[in-house]
């Protein structure tokens, strides 16, 4: 898992996966999972981080949650 914050963009880009790109599904305006050809996650995008994360049907939420919280990003709770 790798994450990329954007703090200009306010944003997290999280690498799951070295699959290519096959789709996307928006879970809500602020949060989209990548999928690869076998439908399995490949990233994850959160945009308006400032506000706080909502990890709610994210994959590897708690391995997110651990790599949210070391680099001080807000959660919902």
């Known amino acids: 898992m790798e994450l990329k914050h954007d703090k200009k963009a306010d944003a997290i880009y999280v690498h799951l996966s070295d699959a290519p790109y096959t789709y996307g599904k928006d879970l809500d305006t602020e ?41 001080n990003i807000r959660l919902f709770a």
């Not at 990548?34 to 959160?46: C, H, L, M, Q, T």
């Not at 391995?63 to 919280?69: F, G, K, N, Y």
């Open 31 to 71: 949060r989209r999972i990548d999928y690869d050809a076998s439908g399995k996650p490949r990233g994850i995008e959160v945009t308006c981080v400032s506000h706080g994360v909502n990890l709610d049907d994210l994959p590897e939420s708690k391995e997110l949650e651990r790599e949210l919280r070391s680099k």
